[in-house]
């Protein structure tokens, strides 16, 4: 199986890890899940994580063909149009992302002409898509769970599992947000497990689990199957158990009612108003 180079960005005010997989043969490349800045406090944004991006794309002289998204996020807004303008590279999601945009945009009262089909992404992937990295072979799994939308891009011996699992230490996605099963999640969880034990598993956030002192992103499907804290030796039902009380404990993520108005459009901001300004929504007790 090809290795892709595989070169990770970390975001410490949001944990997330993006990705630049590449062919060391014809340099083609990807980049997933990629940070736009936000100041919730400010309202503004910045472009600090996607231009660290943007500079080692230059530096090692790569042809980025790809810029994918594994779900429509909801910690952390993503910078796949800006990176789109920059590399004129295609956006990508999966397939069954209209039914996040159908639930979204209704809670955010999207304007009239906002198209809930994905539109917005210049590819959505299905359940078992092919496509090449180079001449790296690449495939799309459906993992949902966390969301009914949810995919995993499994590049040569490398899987980006998006929130579908972290780090072996600290466990599963959490399946409360609209659309979200526990059970589902189990059983996506379960396709990952079946990908070669060697594959390395690259994981969209890091939390450093009780007694870790760094953070961390890569792991192997052989080490998420023996020791996923959430996984490992449980059955189904128990697991569903564990996670939908878990659920019940967490807060929303600070920047969700941002993150999903832009993350549903692929990173563009709703249309300005009047005065040339956009503006994102609060919805008040909707979540």
């Known amino acids: 199986m090809t290795r892709p ?15 630049v997989a590449h062919d060391p043969a014809t340099r083609r490349a990807v980049i997933i899940d990629p940070v736009l ?27 980025v063909e790809w810029i994918l998204d594994t779900h429509v996020h909801a910690d952390h807004l993503t910078a796949a149009t800006y990176l789109k303008e920059k590399l004129g590279a295609r956006t990508g999601i999966g397939d069954r ?8 945009a209704e809670i955010f009262a999207a304007e009239a002409e906002f198209a809930t089909d994905g539109r917005q992404f210049d590819r959505l992937f299905a359940d078992g898509d092919a496509f090449d990295v180079g001449g790296v072979k690449a ?5 949902p769970g966390h969301t009914p939308a949810c995919v995993a891009y499994v590049i040569g011996d490398a899987a980006f599992v998006g929130d579908t699992l972290f780090m072996p230490d600290y466990g599963t996605a959490r399946c409360d947000f609209p659309g979200g099963d526990a059970r589902t999640l189990f059983r996506s969880v379960q396709k990952i497990l079946a990908l070669p034990d060697k594959t390395r ?3 969209c956030h ?13 792991s192997t499907v052989k080490e998420q199957r023996e020791e996923n804290i959430h996984i490992a030796g449980k059955t189904e039902d128990a697991f ?10 967490l ?28 503006y994102l929504k609060i919805p008040v007790n909707a979540l």
Do not use: C, W
């Not at 970390?10 to 944990?15: I, K, S, V």
């Not at 569903?240 to 404990?249: I, K, N, Y």
């Open 206 to 218: 890091d939390y450093k689990a009780p007694g870790r002192d760094s953070f961390a992103f890569e």
């Open 240 to 249: 569903v158990a564990m996670r939908e009380e878990r659920d019940a404990t």
């Open 251 to 278: 807060g929303m993520p600070k920047l969700i009612l941002p993150a999903v108005q832009v993350n549903m459009r692929a990173g563009a901001f709703p249309p300005a108003d009047a005065n040339g300004i956009s």
């Open 5 to 19: 180079t595989v070169e990770t960005f970390f975001d410490e005010a949001t944990f997330t890890a993006s990705y």
């Open 37 to 63: 800045d936000y100041d919730a406090a400010s309202g503004r944004t910045a472009t600090d994580n996607a231009d660290r991006i943007l500079a080692y794309v230059a530096s090692h002289g790569l042809d």
């Open 201 to 203: 598993v690259f994981t």
């Open 97 to 104: 992302v209209g039914r996040v945009q159908k639930t979204f």
């Open 139 to 143: 495939s799309v799994i459906h993992v």
